[in-house]
């Protein structure tokens, strides 16, 4: 017999903030034949997946799919919703969310930067503060969950305040919200939001998408800024006739209307509502391994970051539970490389997975102690 068990073949587990495991369903959509972007077939499922796409979103706006993955979808939003020397807001408390100011810069915006302590949300009336002080700002961007640290912000109050105190538009890059935790993009007033294959849609990378509000879209059509492969206006023409300007990695988008519809089915309340309720099982295994978490209050669902205790690296935990346990979990990012691990439960796994995991976390920790 050739046949393997998962043991024998070394099957991995993934516990990382994107890529996620995939549900077998999608897996099979993805391993399809492919389909040319040239097609009625394709063009009907495009036409259909940005529909699904758009109660994910919650949402009556335009969504773009854009073929790259999240950080591409943050540039394109520096590209058509600017021009040079325009002003904006940063919300900066991690490496995600500061990638949108590094972007900003390069493309000659004038960034303001709102700084918050590691692990904390930002106090909100430090942007009032700053409103008041930039009247030209053109636009506050900022992550619904910085990935690196596990902060959930309040992203419907810092619209609100957005609106009550300018003009500016309000970009969200939800990477590591959509389909893992709330986010309503039409009753919050967000303008544009982003999001990527890879983290709550529960596909491959590859594949961004981009809500884009009427305002937007007017302020767009003025911008100044060099673009070509990210142009959103060229992008939206074509998608809207059910076409796409350049080769399209149609299986991902075959994937995402399977995803979408498995979520839909599930319900989207009920689909976040596991979420939610992995969030605090994790957080109870921590405190049983004694694991303090990063984030004390306001955390994200779906990805928690813990300290790393005793004189012990993330590295050495993060390579001993793989070689040990087939499991993959992500170290710290930046500044807090070593000094933090960050487990994410998104996608294909359930309760006994993270049974699994913690057991398998709680061998690792005693032995590196
Ligand atoms: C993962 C992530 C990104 C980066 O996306 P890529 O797909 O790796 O380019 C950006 N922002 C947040 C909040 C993320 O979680």
Redesign the pocket.
């Known amino acids: 017999m050739k046949i393997k068990t998962n043991q024998e073949k070394k099957v991995k587990r993934l516990f990382t903030?994107?890529p996620v495991q995939i549900p077998e369903i999608i897996q099979v959509a993805l391993n399809k034949p492919l389909i040319n972007h040239q097609t009625v077939e394709f063009s009907q499922l495009l036409m259909e997946t940005e529909e699904l796409l758009k109660d994910i979103f919650q949402t009556k706006n335009d969504i773009i799919m854009v073929p790259?993955?999240?950080?591409?979808a943050?540039e394109a939003c520096i590209t058509n919703f600017f021009s040079p020397g325009d002003e904006v807001i940063v919300l900066d408390m991690g490496e995600?969310?500061a990638?949108w100011g590094l972007i900003a810069q390069m493309f000659g915006l004038e960034v303001h930067w709102l700084n918050a302590p590691v692990g904390i949300a930002l106090d909100p009336a430090q942007l009032i503060k700053m409103l008041k002080s930039k009247p030209n700002v053109k636009g506050v961007l900022f992550?619904?969950?910085?990935?690196s640290t596990g902060v959930q912000n309040p992203v419907k109050l810092l619209a609100e305040l957005t609106k009550k105190h300018s003009n500016a538009l309000v970009l969200v890059?939800a990477?590591?919200t959509l389909a893992i935790s709330e986010l309503k993009t039409d009753d919050w007033g967000l303008d544009v939001v982003i999001a990527?294959s890879?983290?709550g849609l529960m596909l491959p990378?590859g594949l961004?998408f981009l809500s884009v509000s009427h305002r937007a879209w007017v302020i767009a059509l003025k911008t100044k800024m060099s673009r070509y492969y990210f142009d959103l206006i060229r992008l939206r023409e074509s998608l809207k006739r059910g076409e796409v300007p350049y080769t399209f990695p149609s299986n991902l988008v075959l994937g995402c209307n399977v995803s979408c519809k498995f979520i839909l089915e599930y319900t989207y309340k009920n689909w976040l509502t596991k979420y939610r309720h992995m969030t605090e099982i994790v957080h109870g295994f921590g405190q049983t391994l004694g694991l303090e978490r990063l984030v004390k209050v306001g955390y994200s669902q779906g990805i928690t970051v813990f300290k790393v205790p005793y004189k012990t690296t993330a590295s050495k935990i993060k390579d001993m539970l793989e070689k040990e346990h087939d499991i993959i979990i992500s170290t710290g990012i930046g500044m807090l490389k070593e000094n933090v691990i960050r487990v994410a439960y998104i996608g294909d796994l359930t309760y006994i997975d993270l049974n699994h995991l913690f057991y398998s976390l709680s061998l690792v920790l005693k032995k590196l102690k």
């Open positions: 903030p994107g790259s993955s999240g950080t591409g943050m995600f969310s990638r992550v619904a969950a910085e990935t890059d990477i590591s990527s890879q983290k990378p961004s």
